[in-house]
Nanobody
Framework: QVRLVESGGGSVQAGGSLRLSCASTLSTTSAYCMSWFRQAPGKEREGVAGIDSDGTTNYADSVKGRFTVSKDNAKMTLYLQMNSLKPEDTAMYYC???????????????????WGQGTQVTVSS
């Protein structure tokens, strides 16, 4: 059973930064991809950024240049550094893990079967 636990969410003003973390029980030899998704009230869950086991990353167009996804392979912990935050980044952020086979799939929620409980990010203008 894969367990994912997010942390690091909070409230910040527009232009500020936050760093999210996702601790996992994945083996250090896991081939799983790990990704970040977000869901705002009344909206569908959307992919934000993902990183696979060989370090390949993919980002949603809305966060390119502002967010950076990374992973500590020794700890199997996923990170999301979020800079230049905007009010439209406000959402519940979720970590997910599964085997995916293309960068495109890293951002598709239905490709993932293991999810964390989420951490709230609120950006005020």
């Amino acid at each position: 059973q894969v367990r994912l636990v997010e942390s690091g969410g909070g409230s910040v003003q527009a232009g500020g930064s936050l760093r999210l973390s996702c601790a996992s029980t994945l083996s250090t030899t896991s081939a799983y991809c790990m990704s970040w998704f977000r869901q705002a009230p009344g909206k569908e869950r959307e992919g934000v950024a993902g990183i696979d086991s060989d370090g390949t990353t993919n980002y949603a167009d809305s966060v390119k240049g502002r967010f950076t996804v990374s992973k500590d392979n020794a700890k199997m912990t996923l990170y999301l550094q979020m800079n230049s935050l905007k009010p439209e980044d406000t959402a519940m952020y979720y970590c997910a893990a599964d085997l995916v086979f293309s960068p495109r799939q890293m951002l598709i929620p239905t490709e993932f079967g293991h999810w964390g409980q989420g951490t709230q990010v609120t950006v005020s203008s």
